[in-house]
């Protein structure tokens, strides 16, 4: 059975820094695209990075120089490094696995991790 | 404000049929797949279509994709109560480099 069980947030001070992390079970991370995507709350959902299963990866403008997204092969994990931390950032955090070989849609979703940026 | 453009609610009976529609250009919905999610209250999102107009394993026939030019729409016929929830429709936008959703469509089942 394919699960995705998102850790790691919080709440944390603007500036900030904190690692998100998606356990993957059931399948093999790299072998899929994997994304992120986040909702502020009462908000829709916003696209946020893409690790590629040849390794390549993508950001949103939003997310461009603060965060990283990366994987752990062995632990077969995917992490979202978040730094510079804003008000903004603030939501509910999701890793998906992408549908094989397409470069969005995403057939499993994590539960989800809340980040909270506040002073 | 979305890229991608969604009307902010729809609404039909019972039984009825609904359409949501989504908005985008060439760099997006013009020359790549869409995707669309169901979200339920409290939930993450599920995957209703890919590849414009597939439906994953397990979504009912109920549910249906098109794409036309640059845009793209959602069909659900035989509305139930339980279809009451955010739809938001997704692509990637080669100018971006990114992938993109749209800013959702809130269905009520009247």
């Known amino acids: 059975e394919v699960q995705l069980v998102e850790s790691g947030g919080g709440l944390v001070q603007p500036g900030g820094s904190l690692r998100l992390s998606c356990a993957a079970s059931g399948f093999t991370v790299s072998s899929n695209h994997m994304t992120w995507v986040r909702q502020a709350p009462g908000k829709g959902l916003e696209w946020v990075s893409v690790i590629y299963s040849g390794g390549s990866t993508y950001y949103a403008d939003s997310a461009k120089g603060r965060f990283i997204i990366s994987r752990d092969n062995s632990k077969n994990t995917l992490y979202l490094q978040m730094n510079s931390l804003r008000a903004e950032d603030t939501a509910v955090y999701y890793c998906?696995?992408?549908?094989?070989?397409?470069?969005?849609?995403?057939?499993?979703w994590g539960q989800g991790t809340l980040v909270t940026v506040s002073s | 404000q979305s890229v991608l453009t969604q009307p902010p609610s729809v609404s039909a009976a019972p039984g009825q049929k609904v359409t949501i529609s989504c908005s985008g250009s060439?760099?997006?919905?013009?020359?790549?797949?869409v995707s669309w999610y169901q979200q339920l209250p409290g939930t993450a999102p599920k995957l209703l279509i890919y590849d414009n107009n597939k439906r994953p394993s397990g979504i009912p026939d109920r549910f249906s994709g098109s794409k036309s030019g640059t845009s793209a729409t959602l069909g659900i016929t035989g509305l139930q109560t339980g279809d009451e929830a955010d739809y938001y429709c997704e692509t990637w936008d080669s100018s971006l480099s990114a992938g993109i959703f749209g800013g959702g469509t809130k269905l009520t089942v009247l």
């Open positions: 060439s760099s997006n919905i013009g020359n790549n797949y």
């Open positions: 998906a696995r992408g549908v094989a070989g397409r470069v969005t849609s995403q057939d499993y």
